[in-house]
């Protein structure tokens, strides 16, 4: 028999208990750790976000007129529809009660634009599908500073019921919509990027709503392409990109729970072999959560999706996380037995 | 997080994406299982006198990681938080989800080919 190489003995059942111990803590290190929304609650104030309706993307340049400009609402909610009739849209200075039978369906769009030919004569140029609505009684945005707010058909005293808003510039306490809640000061008055194309502010993502402005973890960013009326899409993907890699993702999970199990056989003819337990069945068992995973990523990309939905993700990635950490168990045990029995010959 | 100017952007980041980190901490411990067993059956095969093919698995695990773990979580903290923010990055999700599936499926072979090999030597 060939000399074995020399075998380190600093790795033992304590170290792995260590490992174990220290795997678990930066688990719950991640799971307890503040979520971006929260993580910036020093430097604004958090606040309950609107439930529903949130102004998504605003385009008022410095420099520009009501003509060009427009803004947006999204509905957060996927399954409820709104209708828009009754709801009071207000800037800084004026306010207009929509009366329109139009209905912003669930996650849907809605974009507003303030001459009702601003989309004929090419001034707006609306996304694919986009449901537009007129509102020349609001008269346009003030670029330098002003605010756009949702309220309800009935908002309460003092107008106190606001849906959503925001505000870019310096609020002014003497504009006639002015309230304590808007942002001192609000985003930067958007101007065009260094090389003059346009952009935009939105909120991103698009369903995010925590109150803050453009701050760390806050909703708003510059956009550099403009969506008026509609999400940003990207190019389709390639058959590479999305259905081969979609082939490529359920067809490697499977074939590693495979190679977890050819490494539990393994361990069962060594138990046999040498007559020592290597709890190959810990080993056969612990890469379940792989299967389980690859069966998730496989419903899931089934339908042509390029992602799992937070579902699915909750229910696949702890599964395999916690089915990693006992493989790992697993094989720990089995390598410490086997070199302790190699060692010894 | 904003990063302004990051490729000409303003980027969000999401430093601690969950659930996806539960997933590139599960692989990471895989990764680290398998460096464990690619010890064990280097031991085994020296014994039989064959090849060093365990080097295929230690080549794996690192593929693991940098194919697999570092992209997704790219993926994860910089492109989905952006994608209603620039159409550019739903390019780059794509194709670094591509490079993360495809490298996970070339360190599956890479562990199965070595394990399988021992299978049948020790029939």
Same mark, same amino acid.
């Given at each position: 028999?060939?000399?074995? =190489?020399?075998?380190? =003995?600093?790795?033992?059942?304590?170290?792995?208990? %260590?490992?174990?111990?220290?795997?678990? !803590?930066?688990?719950?290190?991640?799971?307890?750790?503040?979520?971006?929304?929260? !993580?910036?609650?020093?430097?604004?104030?958090?606040?309950?976000?609107?439930?529903?309706?949130? +102004?998504?993307?605003?385009?008022?340049?410095?420099?520009?007129?009501?003509?060009?400009?427009?803004?947006?609402?999204?509905?957060?909610?996927?399954?409820?529809?709104?209708?828009?009739?009754?709801?009071?849209? @207000? $800037?800084?200075?004026?306010?207009?009660?929509?009366?329109?039978?139009?209905? %912003?369906?669930?996650?849907?769009?809605?974009?507003?634009?303030?001459?009702?030919?601003?989309?004929?004569?090419?001034?707006?140029?609306?996304?694919?599908?986009?449901?537009?609505?007129?509102?020349?009684?609001?008269?346009?945005?003030?670029?330098?500073?002003?605010?756009?707010?949702?309220?309800?058909?009935?908002?309460?005293?003092?107008?106190?019921?606001? %849906?959503?808003?925001?505000?870019?510039?310096?609020?002014?306490?003497?504009?006639?919509?002015?309230?304590?809640?808007?942002?001192?000061?609000?985003?930067?008055?958007?101007?065009?990027?260094?090389?003059? =194309?346009?952009?935009?502010?939105?909120?991103?993502?698009?369903?995010?709503?925590?109150?803050?402005?453009?701050?760390?973890?806050?909703?708003? $960013?510059?956009?550099?392409?403009?969506?008026?009326?509609?999400?940003?899409?990207?190019?389709?993907?390639?058959?590479?990109?999305?259905?081969?890699?979609?082939?490529?993702?359920?067809?490697?999970?499977?074939?590693?729970?495979? !190679?977890?199990?050819?490494?539990?056989?393994?361990?069962?003819?060594?138990?046999?072999?040498?007559?020592?337990?290597?709890?190959?069945?810990?080993?056969?068992?612990?890469?379940?959560? %792989?299967?389980?995973?690859?069966?998730?990523?496989?419903?899931?990309?089934?339908?042509?999706?390029?992602?799992?939905?937070?579902?699915?993700?909750?229910?696949? +990635?702890?599964?395999? @996380?916690?089915?990693?950490?006992?493989?790992?168990?697993?094989?720990?045990?089995?390598?410490?037995?086997?070199?302790?029995?190699?060692?010894?010959? | 997080?904003?990063? &302004?100017?990051?490729?000409?952007?303003?980027?969000?980041?999401?430093?601690?994406?969950?659930?996806?980190?539960?997933?590139?901490?599960?692989?990471?411990?895989?990764?680290?299982?398998?460096?464990?067993?690619?010890?064990?059956?280097?031991?085994?095969?020296?014994?039989?006198?064959?090849?060093?093919?365990?080097?295929?698995?230690?080549?794996?695990?690192?593929?693991?990681?940098?194919?697999?773990?570092?992209?997704?979580?790219?993926?994860?903290?910089?492109?989905?938080? &952006?994608?209603?923010?620039?159409?550019?990055?739903?390019?780059?999700?794509?194709?670094?989800?591509?490079?993360?599936?495809?490298?996970?499926?070339?360190?599956?072979?890479?562990?199965?080919?070595?394990?399988?090999?021992?299978?049948?030597?020790?029939?």
């Amino acid at each position: 028999m060939m000399p074995l =190489r020399p075998i380190a =003995r600093r790795v033992r059942a304590g170290s792995l208990t %260590i490992v174990a111990a220290l795997l678990v !803590a930066l688990l719950f290190a991640g799971l307890l750790a503040p979520t971006p929304a929260h !993580a910036g609650a020093g430097t604004a104030p958090a606040a309950v976000g609107s439930p529903s309706l949130v +102004f998504s993307e605003v385009y008022a340049p410095v420099g520009s007129d009501p003509a060009t400009q427009w803004f947006e609402l999204h509905n957060r909610q996927a399954s409820i529809r709104y209708p828009l009739n009754g709801l009071i849209l @207000a $800037t800084g200075h004026n306010q207009v009660t929509l009366s329109t039978s139009q209905v %912003i369906t669930g996650s849907g769009y809605v974009l507003f634009v303030f001459t009702t030919d601003a989309i004929a004569k090419g001034l707006v140029a609306p996304s694919k599908g986009a449901q537009v609505v007129a509102v020349p009684d609001l008269g346009g945005l003030d670029p330098s500073a002003d605010a756009l707010i949702l309220y309800p058909p009935v908002p309460g005293p003092d107008k106190s019921l606001i %849906i959503d808003q925001v505000n870019w510039g310096k609020p002014n306490p003497n504009w006639p919509n002015y309230n304590a809640a808007l942002w001192q000061p609000g985003l930067d008055p958007l101007v065009l990027s260094a090389d003059g =194309r346009p952009r935009s502010w939105g909120r991103t993502p698009a369903d995010q709503d925590t109150d803050q402005g453009h701050t760390a973890g806050g909703d708003w $960013t510059l956009h550099e392409i403009l969506s008026p009326g509609g999400r940003v899409v990207g190019s389709p993907p390639s058959d590479f990109l999305l259905g081969w890699t979609n082939w490529a993702g359920g067809l490697s999970s499977l074939l590693l729970w495979a !190679a977890f199990v050819i490494i539990a056989v393994i361990a069962y003819r060594f138990e046999r072999l040498r007559d020592t337990r290597t709890y190959w069945q810990l080993l056969l068992l612990a890469p379940s959560g %792989i299967l389980f995973y690859t069966i998730i990523v496989s419903i899931g990309f089934s339908s042509g999706r390029t992602a799992l939905n937070n579902d699915e993700k909750w229910l696949a +990635f702890p599964v395999l @996380a916690l089915s990693a950490l006992f493989c790992l168990i697993a094989v720990g045990i089995f390598r410490n037995v086997a070199r302790s029995l190699l060692e010894g010959d | 997080m904003n990063l &302004n100017n990051l490729w000409g952007s303003d980027v969000r980041i999401d430093w601690l994406p969950m659930p996806p980190l539960l997933l590139e901490l599960g692989f990471v411990l895989l990764a680290v299982a398998l460096l464990w067993y690619s010890r064990v059956l280097g031991d085994l095969l020296t014994i039989l006198r064959k090849p060093p093919i365990e080097v295929l698995i230690v080549i794996a695990a690192w593929v693991i990681i940098l194919a697999f773990v570092i992209p997704h979580y790219i993926t994860s903290a910089v492109f989905y938080p &952006n994608l209603d923010a620039d159409p550019r990055m739903t390019t780059y999700l794509l194709t670094f989800r591509s490079i993360s599936f495809f490298g996970l499926l070339t360190s599956a072979v890479l562990v199965l080919f070595p394990s399988l090999a021992y299978y049948v030597w020790t029939r």
